[in-house]
T-cell receptor
Framework: GNSVTQMEGPVTLSEEAFLTINCTYT??????LFWYVQYPGEGLQLLLK?????DKGSNKGFEATYRKETTSFHLEKGSVQVSDSAVYFC????????????FGGGTRVLVKP | DAGVIQSPRHEVTEMGQEVTLRCKPI?????LFWYRQTMMRGLELLIY????????DSGMPEDRFSAKMPNASFSTLKIQPSEPRDSAVYFC?????????????FGSGTQLSVL
């Protein structure tokens, strides 16, 4: 079956530091990949997506590139802010599995001033 | 639009009691999803509806859980009887594009504590 594995947190950073959250996946077909973000006390919201190999998703300074050869979709941001403190979820949807979203376990990021 | 609205935000109950969680999806969205989030298992899809009809309930943990969608603007998730292991955050989400994840809007969740 499909699965998503992401690095465990919490990840604690200082403001303006570089952030990387690793995500790898297993899928039976050719999935679309997503990063969702959950701010404290809120529901998840879509951060960025990529639908095919070598696509790069980007939003709010975050980027992730769909790497089929390594089955990865790592999230990066060059200079984080305190407001980026949140839980980040990597996810995939696979047409072969009925397009249901499969989420990773989430990575908590804490950015200190 | 007000977004996906869930109630209550917090629910504390005792083991054996019935719990009902409520959700109002975004108007015009014809897909509705119920998710459960726990530390141990992460985010799990419990059930989803399309046009008020349950499509896939394979994620519902056991018969104690039931979900209904009597109309396009309202859904409930009921646990009867509740158990301490049901303690989790329950999210409702809605979409116009099926299960693909691109346009999935989540509510703020219901934090359930079963004592």
């Amino acid at each position: 079956g499909n699965s998503v594995t992401q690095m465990e947190g919490p990840v604690t950073l200082s403001e303006e530091a570089f952030l990387t959250i690793n995500c790898t996946y297993t899928a039976t077909g050719y999935p679309s990949l997503f990063w969702y973000v959950q701010y404290p006390g809120e529901g998840l919201q879509l951060l960025l997506k990529a639908t095919k190999a070598d696509d790069k998703g980007s939003n709010k300074g975050f980027e992730a590139t769909y790497r089929k050869e390594t089955t990865s979709f790592h999230l990066e941001k060059g200079s984080v802010q305190v407001s980026d403190s949140a839980v980040y979820f990597c996810a995939l949807s696979d047409r072969a599995a009925g397009n249901k979203l499969t989420f990773g376990g989430g990575t908590r990021v804490l950015v200190k001033p | 639009d007000a977004g996906v609205i869930q109630s209550p935000r917090h629910e504390v109950t005792e083991m054996g009691q019935e719990v009902t969680l409520r959700c109002k999806p975004i108007s015009g969205h014809d897909y509705l999803f119920w998710y459960r989030q726990t530390m141990m298992r992460g985010l799990e899809l419990l059930i989803y509806f399309n046009n008020n009809v349950p499509i896939d309930d394979s994620g519902m943990p056991e018969d104690r859980f039931s979900a209904k969608m009597p109309n396009a603007s309202f859904s409930t998730l009921k646990i009867q009887p509740s158990e301490p292991r049901d303690s989790a955050v329950y999210f409702c989400a809605s979409s116009t594009t099926g299960t693909g994840g691109e346009k999935l809007f989540f509510g703020s969740g219901t934090q359930l504590s079963v004592l």
